[in-house]
C-alpha cells in the first residue's frame, strides 16, 4: 500500500504526493520539520505540514527571489536572506561574483542542520561559503537593527501564520526600507496569486506605500498553491523589470526574457482587477479574510 | 464529514477539491461524466475521473488556445474545435467578428448535453449561436475528409488515453494540415511541460516536421497538473508569437503583451533542454513511457 503526503494548499484544496519514506521528523521550539523522499518530486521539506521546497522544482523559486533583483541592481554586494534556512536562496546569490556578504537570519537553526543533513543539492552553498554570515534569531529584530546595511534583502518565509507572520507586516517592511543602502531593493515570497488574493494585494499595496517603485511579477512552481506564485518586489530606483546585465550562464529558469516575462501579468492579476473582488473570487478568501480581521500585525 | 474529489494526475501526484456535491453521473458509451459543485473553484466537468474544466480557471484555457491564433491570422473566418463538447472554445472563437463558421467536433453527445444542463458559462455559445455547426461524432474521421476548408483547428482533447489518443497522433497532424487553408493554423492543449515532458515533446516534434512553423507556449491553470499547461501550435505562414491586430476587449487573462511573453520559455522548457532526459526528470515519464511502447498510433 502506497503511503501519500498531503498539504492542504487552502481548506477546500490538497496536493498530495506519493512518499517513499519519512527520512526525518523533529518537534523543534519553532515547528515540526519533516522530510519525505517522494516518488516525483524528490526530497521534500516540510514544516508545519506545509511544503517549503521540493528538490525537482526548487530551482524555479530560489532562481526568480534572486536573480531577478539581482541583474537589476548595479554593484549588489550585500545580501540579507530572511528565512530560507535550506540555503537555495545562499546558493543562487553566491553564483553572482559581485557579492561580498551574504547575511542568514533563519530563526530556526534545526532547519539549517537538517537541509544540511539530508537536502544538499540545495544547501550546498551553507558549508564553506566565506562571504556567509550565518545569524540564527528572529530576522524582524535583524532588520530592525540595520541601518543603509544591505543592497537587496529577500524575504524567504513561509506562511503569514505562526512564526512567518512578522514577516508580512508594514511595519517589517518599513524596516527593511531602511536596512537596505540606496538603489537597494527587497524581494518578498508573494503566496498564490489565486488563492491568496487578499494577501497578495496588501503586500504590494504596503510596498507601494514605501518603495518608491512597488512591482509584482511570477513564476510557475507546480508545488506551491495554483502553481504559480507572486513576488512582490520593492525598489528604491532602478526599475526591477529591467535586467541590466546578461543572465548568469548554467541556470535551469532564469534568463533575460524571462525576466522581462515574468512581469507581465495576466489581465486578471493586474492591479485594476485584483482590485475587483468579483474577479475570480475563490472561497479561500474568505478564511485569509478572517485571518486578516483577527491578526496583529 | 466534507467530501473530497481527487484526481491522480499522474501515477504519483494527486489534487484534491471539497465537493459541496455530486450534481451528475453519468456513464455514456464513451466515458464516464461527472460534474461536481466543488467549494473553491466552483462547478467542474470530470470525465473517466479527469478534470476537464473548472468554473474558476477555465478562462485561462479557452482564451489562449482560441485567442492567441485568431489574433495572429489575417483574416480568420472558419475554426473547427475538435472535443470541447463544453463549449468554452466556441464562446470565445464567437466573440471574434470575422468569424463565419465554427464546428464543434466532439465524439460524445452527453458532455454537450449536460455542459448546457449544468455549466450554462462556459456552454452559453452552444445554443443560438447561427454560426455553429455541432457534428456528434469522431473528429478524426471530420478531419481525414476536409481538405482546405478552416483558418484555424483547435484540438481541444481529453488526455492521450482512450478515446482522446487519436488525437495525438502524427498522421492526425498531417490530416489537420490537409484541412486547413493557405495561411492555417492549429493550437492544441499539450498537456504539463513538467510532468508529461516526453508528450510535449513528440507533439512539438510532430508539428514541426508537418508545418513550415512549430511552436509552443503556456498558461497558467491552477487545476491542470503542475498548474501551467503547454499549447503547441503549428502555422502553414505567420509567426504565432506576433500578434497582428489589438486585443479583444473584455478577456480575463489574454492581452498582447501576455500573447508574446507566453511564448517566453523559461530554460528548462526550451527545446535543447527539452532534450535532455537529465533535467527536472520527473518519475511518472517512465509511466508515459510505457504508455509510448505499448500504444499503436
Not at 545562499?90 to 533563519?106: F, G, N, Y
Not at 511570477?218 to 546578461?246: E, H, Q
Request: proline residues 6%; negative net charge; aromatic residues 10%.
Amino acid at each position: 500500500m502506497a503511503q501519500w503526503f498531503y498539504e492542504d494548499q487552502t481548506e477546500y484544496t490538497r496536493i498530495g504526493m506519493q512518499v517513499r519514506e519519512l527520512l526525518h521528523e523533529e518537534r523543534t521550539p519553532y515547528q515540526t520539520i519533516k522530510i519525505f523522499d517522494t516518488v516525483e518530486y524528490g526530497r521534500i521539506l516540510v514544516l508545519d505540514d506545509v511544503i517549503q521546497v521540493t528538490q525537482h522544482d526548487e530551482f524555479v523559486y530560489h532562481e526568480m527571489l534572486t536573480h531577478v533583483p539581482l541583474h537589476t541592481i548595479s554593484n549588489p554586494e550585500a545580501v540579507l536572506v530572511v528565512g530560507g534556512g535550506d540555503g537555495g536562496m545562499v546558493r543562487e546569490v553566491s553564483k553572482h561574483d559581485t557579492i561580498k556578504r551574504v547575511v542568514l537570519a533563519e530563526i530556526d537553526e534545526a532547519v539549517i542542520r537538517r537541509s544540511i543533513e539530508f537536502l544538499p543539492s540545495i544547501s550546498c552553498a551553507l558549508q564553506d561559503n566565506p562571504k556567509l554570515e550565518i545569524c540564527v534569531g528572529d530576522a524582524v529584530d535583524y532588520v530592525r537593527k540595520s541601518v543603509e546595511e544591505f543592497d537587496l534583502i529577500i524575504v524567504d518565509s513561509s506562511d503569514p501564520v505562526g512564526i512567518g507572520e512578522g514577516l508580512f507586516s508594514k511595519d517589517f517592511y518599513r524596516n527593511v526600507y531602511k536596512a537596505l543602502k540606496p538603489g537597494g531593493m527587497v524581494s518578498v515570497q508573494g503566496e498564490s496569486p489565486w488563492l491568496h488574493r487578499p494577501l497578495v494585494k496588501r503586500i504590494c499595496n504596503d510596498l507601494k506605500s514605501i518603495f518608491p517603485i512597488g512591482k509584482m511579477y511570477c513564476g510557475n512552481i507546480p508545488t506551491y498553491p495554483s502553481g504559480v506564485m507572486a513576488f512582490p518586489i520593492g525598489s528604491k530606483d532602478a526599475d526591477p523589470a529591467v535586467p541590466l546585465r546578461p543572465a548568469l550562464p548554467g541556470l535551469k529558469y532564469y534568463s533575460s526574457e524571462i525576466h522581462k516575462s515574468a512581469f507581465v501579468l495576466p489581465l486578471h492579476l493586474q492591479p485594476e482587477q485584483m482590485e475587483d473582488a468579483e474577479v475570480n473570487f475563490f472561497a479561500s478568501w474568505e478564511t485569509l479574510n478572517r485571518i486578516k480581521e483577527n491578526e496583529t500585525i
